[in-house]
């Protein structure tokens, strides 16, 4: 959720659901950037355990390898730290419908749509979720560790993430950075595709540094695993798309429905934010959003030879296209 876009709507809209959600989002936002401290002052504070201080170092580290080595902005993002004393920045909640692959659209004058809702109390987030649910929409709900303001807070280090091995951390952090490099309106699988490839590559290049060998093979097992849930959700798109397209009874839908999600479960289980979600479209949809055009992105970056720069030119020039336009590019 790109909070500093919901923060600038507000008051544009009326009714009391519209009022609420506006006024989570804002007490939420000024919440965690009032709980943001200094890293070089928590670096000094005696009380704070040096097992903190020791990723906040590795944080930090890392956010400068983002801006000299990657070209990621500069900003004071990451420069402080806040504990949250709860599992994650907040909750998003994605609803499809029954029979359907593409998420519901949440629309707002100034942010344009956004293909979730987020709530930074898990509460309000499951209050919406069995509203969408009573409405017949296929709903999950998970939790998110970090999020960009787009440079409009500077975005602080959190305790939901900053405990990460470093890779992870890693591509978490220049994941979100390179949201600062190019964002579009109503299109959120190109911002988050855009971003997936940043972070993958930026490890790529952090990694194949000195003394990260350890590091190296943790980041292999991770990738197998992505590469491998990947090949599962497409050939799940591709499987469900063809049933929903079937002149079948809706019970019957369901039953083919839940066999072929199945195979989702084990995975869930195991993946941090989406431990108790059930397998449903919802789910995929989540998914697609990050990763439906990471192979276009990805054809981008190697056209400018790897060079990052280049390639952040290429797509701040595709974010100024007309919806139509830049997709059409991007098959």
């Known amino acids: 959720?790109?909070?500093?876009?919901?923060?600038?709507?507000?008051?544009?809209?009326?009714?009391?659901?519209?009022?609420?959600?506006?006024?989570?989002?804002?007490?939420?936002?000024?919440?965690?950037?009032?709980?943001?401290?200094?890293?070089?002052?928590?670096?000094?504070?005696?009380?704070?355990?040096?097992?903190?201080?020791a990723r906040l170092r590795a944080a930090i580290e890392l956010r400068d390898y983002a801006t000299r080595v990657l070209a990621l902005p500069e900003g004071g993002a990451y420069r402080?730290?806040?504990?949250?004393?709860?599992?994650?920045?907040?909750?998003?909640?994605?609803?499809?419908?029954?029979?359907?692959?593409?998420?519901?659209?949440?629309?707002?004058?100034?942010?344009?749509?956004?293909?979730?809702?987020?709530?930074?109390?898990?509460?309000?987030?499951?209050?919406?979720?069995?509203?969408?649910?009573?409405?017949?929409?296929?709903?999950?709900?998970?939790?998110?560790?970090?999020?960009?303001?787009?440079?409009?807070?500077?975005?602080?280090?959190?305790?939901?993430?900053?405990?990460?091995?470093?890779a992870e951390l890693a591509r978490l952090m220049f994941h979100e950075l390179a949201h600062q490099v190019a964002y579009v309106q109503d299109d959120s699988t190109f911002n988050e595709s855009f971003a997936v490839v940043v972070e993958r590559e930026g490890v790529r290049r952090w990694l194949a540094g000195a003394g990260r060998e350890a590091?190296?093979?943790?980041?292999?097992?991770?990738?197998?695993?992505?590469?491998?849930l990947e090949a599962l959700t497409m050939a799940l798109r591709a499987q469900l798309t063809a049933l929903y397209a079937l002149p079948l009874a809706p019970e019957e839908m369901r039953h083919r429905k839940r066999e072929a999600l199945e195979a989702l479960r084990p995975w869930l289980a195991r993946m941090r934010g989406f431990e108790s979600a059930e397998p449903g479209n919802a789910v995929l949809a989540s998914f697609a959003t990050y990763t439906q055009k990471v192979p276009a992105f990805e054809r981008l970056l190697a056209e400018a030879g790897g060079d990052l720069e280049r390639f952040y030119a290429r797509v701040r020039g595709l974010a100024r296209l007309a919806r139509a336009e830049r997709d059409a590019l991007l098959r």
């Open 215 to 228: 590091a190296r093979a943790e980041r292999v097992a991770a990738d197998a695993r992505r590469r491998e």
């Open 80 to 166: 402080s730290y806040a504990d949250l004393e709860r599992p994650y920045a907040l909750w998003n909640v994605v609803a499809t419908p029954e029979f359907a692959l593409e998420p519901v659209q949440s629309c707002f004058p100034v942010a344009g749509c956004v293909a979730y809702r987020g709530y930074y109390d898990r509460e309000d987030a499951q209050r919406h979720a069995a509203e969408r649910r009573a409405a017949g929409y296929d709903v999950v709900v998970y939790g998110v560790p970090a999020y960009s303001t787009l440079g409009w807070f500077d975005d602080p280090l959190l305790s939901t993430f900053v405990d990460y091995p470093d």
């Open 1 to 53: 959720m790109r909070v500093f876009l919901i923060l600038l709507s507000a008051g544009t809209l009326a009714g009391c659901e519209t009022l609420a959600y506006y006024g989570q989002a804002a007490g939420g936002q000024f919440a965690l950037s009032a709980a943001a401290r200094p890293v070089l002052q928590v670096l000094d504070d005696p009380d704070v355990a040096p097992v903190l201080k």
